[in-house]
């Protein structure tokens, strides 16, 4: 699936952002290995630490599925009344650890409007995965 389309249905998902407080939509479409494509949006809280982001969204519904191999995420976001917003919008740090888990960094792909692309090991370098749990502690890598 190219890119741009992945984008689109990215905008798709964010129709669906629940998002009374910050008025921040973001919406995310995940691609996996066998060609399906999981939405996500952000879906906030009253109490607003429970908030969970829409690439959050995107990866535990496709985990709970059974869907565990993953090519590449699309994400999109911006304020609710952009319908389609062009920045680059990172996700967070949290987002980025919890795909960590499930992909190879170095040749996942997160896209963003405007063709750009980037691989989880540039948004998270030397990061942290399950490998490191266990890693020879004695080995210096
Ligand atoms: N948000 C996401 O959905 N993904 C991100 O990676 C960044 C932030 C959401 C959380 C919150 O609902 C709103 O954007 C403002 O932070």
Known sequence: ???????????????RAYVPYSHFAVGAALLDDSGKVW???NIENAAYSPTNCAERTAIFKAISEGSYNFDSIAIVGGP????RPQVFCPPCGVCRQVLREFVNPQTFRLIFPKNQVLTLD???PKSFGPQNLHSDPTVLN
Do not use: T, W, Y
């Not at 609710?80 to 319908?83: N, V």
């Open 1 to 15: 699936m190219n890119s741009s389309i992945l984008i689109e249905l990215a905008l798709q998902a964010r129709i």
């Open 122 to 124: 540039e948004l998270l």
């Open 39 to 41: 939405f996500g949006c």
């Open 80 to 83: 609710q009344d952009i319908k």
